[in-house]
């Protein structure tokens, strides 16, 4: 149990190698990734030993004013970082000397004390103790985003995620404040004990789910996610993806569990609607993207709407008569942000590549890159099948306990109310679930697949080993999940199992999931894959025995040769669901002549095409504008003259005085 | 119920005569269709000679394709027939690896790597028909999973084999004809049939499923057709056994289901892309309204 407060020492350490002097700036980025793949590595041994066998809580104690405590719900979020952070760390080994000359020492520290504060996050167990990390997290992960200060996309959308990151702790913070004032204590143990109101418990639970949401990018909250995410370094991106988000479900998950008392239905309806809503618009706006880093931002949106749609489907179960059933929610929630936890920090390492190698993050630009980058192809193409929620991978096992946990809701009572809800869930999961495919089609197809579309992809170059072996091992690891569910799920029901005594054991059902051969629900993927690969190689073999019989020719053109410009845009390639969806999607088009004289030939014409994120147009925009409004007014009183501002103090007093008197 | 070595066998069987009979059955549609239209048509069995022509040619690949582009095809052949493999049992056993969610998840599997195939020939035609696809199967998704919704209800399982061994003692019912109505419509979208697409043209401005594999010759464009053909029966055997509600044997039913296909094919035209997307919340509708009614 010592193991973690090695973790946080080298952590500590790796943090100080910020403050290495300049010359020695490629000694401190070694020390800085070493520190953070032992600390990592320390961290995920610990927790999945801990997972695995052992019982009481993973650490207690105090240092100063900060109280730890980990039980298996941290544990498992504590399992998510060590896992990310190990092969994200690996990968930074490589990616991050990009940024030599760059503040590369700073990089390497603010590293370091990212994946400290969220640890730190897991293991508090007070509330001071918890909003403190949480802080740190958010100011840490804020100058990673402002890494690239000169941009002024990333500076602006540094800003824009501090303001918001702080609206949400302020919600959070509340709700902390209302819960712990009735119970007369700020420790989490006793936090959960006292005796609310109806009234209190809903306005916690209001101000607790919009500060967690926020954190998780959930509609309409989402908007400072699309923007900071992209702006931060490739290797960042993925950790605030992979690990950063889900932590909102901690924080979401040991209230609800702990601190709320008994869920109320309509709280798990809501959670549930809100989330399979995110999850559709997610996938909706991903689809319509041009920057490869934005798209897997909107893809973060859409994963955090299916995790929290199946820990919402829970929350409903847990108030029906087939209360025993919730765990499966829960567990949904919990394996899906494992496995997406390791799908998107793969993804956005390559991301992270195709930049390196095209020094462009537009995928219109790119195209063919496969023949270039071998490697990183197939291990995208590993993490885009994981995210199509394929079968075989990892993001397969998480969205099919989330479908099961849907039909466990439609069917749990006789009411029309509860199957019309688990048809509306059936029916928005499976549009997030079908654009998700699309959306992943389009990405990979387009910058790995067909022609070079630009000459920045004529000189992309593969990544060095460090940044493939990060992503090798995050591939092989989306693929195992896939394929061995059955022991990782096992283990991380426990840790939901720990919640509520009272639901049933699922360890004989899942014997019957696994292995197949239950008349419930079966998913026997060693056997799948059996099948699968058997008459992939027949056919394989039937197929391409013959190798005189293939050969080369340039596709037909009506007599012309072929251009890269012909193929399929990623514009165009979304273009059948922007028009079908554009009465969400309001796309801007603008078509102005530059040169217009005879109808037929000599045309010149301007094409744009915008896709303004509705919410911030429809909702953010003007809540700007009416706060820049009311500011104006308020100017009006603020004449800069001392004798003014005495009287104001004055009237304020007489004002007090007179509510006193009252 | 435990799994034992002969079910396997049995599977393997049921794979094997769906294989050899999906060529038999659209060859029947088409046959059909013909005999509709005034039209003498082809022989039946016009798609084992197709199958075989494609087999002896040579295979010509453009040379901007990578991998992707040979491995597409076979991969959607082994996900169809290993969705085939899936099925329920037509020699009474139980035993499956997977639900009825693996079975669309495998399908999926197979739309994957064919749409990204579509990408790889590096034209305008391939992207067309990949995109189109897309767009088709985000609109049907939400809908099959309705369908599966309302069996999963009924029978309180998500195995293909519960719901069929449920579904034999349901008859006429208002869900069940709504449901059989839905799927139809649904089916007739999956396979690329009229009203949704048209099997039979390759004219660009009509063709979504036939427009991906513009780029493929010779064994790699037989196995894609004898996939589809496999699919297409899967489908058929599908609504046969889940929602066809007719106390008949199994091949009558699919017999029944291709020439309901045929019908539609002859009365309708194919509509225009934005139009499906109001087929299929149609079918969408009736789907909750049998979760309702039931």
Partial sequence: MELIYITLAVYGMGAATALFPKKMEMAAHYCAVLAAVFGSGALLYQSAAYLMQGSGSLLSGSWAFFTFNADRWSAVFLLITGLAGTVTSIYAWGYAKSYLGKRLRLLGGLWNAFLLSMVLVLLAADVFSFLLAWELMAVVSFLLVNHEAEKKAAHNAAYQYLVMTHIGTAAIMIAFLMIGSQAGSLDFAVLGQGVLSDNVRNAAFITAFAGFALKAGLLPLHVWLPNAHPAAPSHVSALMSGVMLKIALYGFGRFVFQFLGPTEFWWGAFVLVVGLLSAVLGALYAQMEKDIKRILAYSSVENMGIIFGAFGCGMVLMTTPRHDYALIGFLAAVVHSLNHSVMKSLLFMSAGAVMHATDSKDIEKMGGLGKLMPWTAVFTLVGSMGLSALPLTGGFVGEWLALQSFVTLAGSSEGQGLRLLGALAFVLFGLASALAVGCFVRLYGVVFLGRNRSRLVERAHESDWSMRLGMGLAAILVLLLGIVPGPVVAVLQTAVQNQQTLWRSFADMQKVWWFGSGSYAVYAPLLLLTVLSVVLLAVALMTCGDKSFVHREVTWNCGTYPTARQQYSATGFSKPLRRAFDFLLKPKRTATYLKKGNPYFGRQLEYKLSIPDQFTEKLYVPIQHYMVWSASFLRRIQQGSVRLYISYVMVAMLLVLIWGAM | ?294
């Avoid at chain 2, 048509?41 to 010509?60: A, V």
């Avoid at chain 2, 491995?71 to 639900?99: C, E, H, K, R, W």
């Avoid at chain 2, 809908?143 to 999963?152: E, M, P, S």
């Fill in chain 2, 1 to 294: 119920m435990a799994m034992h070595i002969y079910d396997l066998g049995w599977m393997l069987a049921q794979v094997l005569l769906l294989l050899c009979s999906a060529p038999l059955v659209a060859g029947i549609i088409k046959k059909v269709k013909a005999l509709l239209q005034n039209r003498i048509g082809s022989s039946i069995f016009q798609e084992y000679f197709d199958l075989y022509k494609w087999w002896q040619k040579p295979t010509i690949l453009t040379p901007y394709t990578s991998l992707v582009f040979i491995i597409a095809p076979l991969v959607y052949f082994a996900s169809v027939v290993v969705a085939a493999a899936m099925l329920p049992n037509f020699f009474g056993t139980q035993f499956s690896f997977g639900d009825v969610f693996v079975f669309i998840g495998v399908l999926t599997l197979g739309r994957f790597f064919m749409t990204l195939s579509s990408l790889d020939t590096a034209t305008a035609f391939g992207g067309m028909g990949g995109s189109r696809e897309i767009y088709i199967s985000v609109l049907a998704e939400p809908v099959i999973l309705l369908a599966v919704l309302v069996n999963a209800l009924r029978s309180g399982s998500t195995t293909l084999a519960g719901m069929a061994l449920d579904f034999q003692a349901v008859y006429l019912s208002v869900a069940s004809v709504l449901t059989c109505i839905a799927f139809f419509c649904l089916l007739l979208a999956e396979n690329g049939r009229i009203p949704v697409d048209n099997p039979d043209t390759h004219l660009e401005l009509t063709m979504i499923h036939e427009c991906m594999l513009l780029e493929y010759s010779g064994r790699l464009l037989a196995v894609i057709h004898w996939a589809s053909m496999l699919k297409t029966l899967v489908f058929l055997v599908l609504f046969s056994l889940l929602y066809l509600p007719l106390s008949l044997p199994l091949a009558v039913k699919v017999l029944l289901a291709a020439t309901a296909v045929s019908v539609m094919e002859t009365l309708k035209n194919k509509m225009r892309l934005f139009k499906v997307r109001v087929y299929l919340a149609a079918a969408g509708i009736l789907l909750l309204l049998a979760i309702v009614a039931q």
